[in-house]
């Protein structure tokens, strides 16, 4: 019967067979089904990377201040203090060198007042000023291995040796820092 012989109001409902619609929607579940997970594989991906060992190396002045030749270092030495800072990778084992300066005579460290006039002095890895600090075997400064990345500061202990003869001015002298891993 045709909706148009319906007497009005009546409505013709039509329907799917549940045996239509159930297996349409198990065809489609199939039909995606399978194309979300056709196969598979798998591989091993290597990660690596590579630590070096790597030291960084930074210095705070030796500075001495005033020095007396006629008084107060007649026959007192002058003592100061300066600063080596060392960063190195967790573990690495370095030595640290101090140079013999710029105006060294010899083995002699020497400031100078930018002529001819030269004051001496020296520089230790310890406090009592007995062991001293220099460039190469027993005198570099062998510290344990670095415990961490973080930075070490290591003390260098320097002495103006008393009774020296110069006249008045400014004295420098420049010292290489070295750090060797």
Known sequence: MSSR?????????????RVGVATTLMLLIAVSSRSHAAG?????????????????????????????PVVANASTNLDATGTVTVACTKGATATIGLGLGSNASGTTRR?????????????????????????????????????????????????????????AGSYTDTVTATVNF
């Open 40 to 68: 598979s594989a798998s591989a091993n991906l290597s990660v690596s990377a590579s630590v070096a060992n790597n030291c960084t190396i930074s210095t705070s002045p030796l500075a001495f201040g005033a020095y007396d």
């Open 111 to 167: 400031m100078t007042d930018g002529s001819t006039n030269f004051l001496t002095y020296e520089m230790y890895q310890d406090s009592s000023r007995s062991t001293t600090w220099g460039n190469s075997g027993a005198e570099l400064l062998s510290p344990v291995a670095a415990p961490s990345k973080s930075t070490r500061d290591f003390t260098v202990y320097g002495r103006v040796p008393s009774n020296q003869d110069v006249p």
């Open 5 to 17: 012989n319906q007497p009005a109001g009546h409505r013709q409902n039509i329907s799917w067979p």
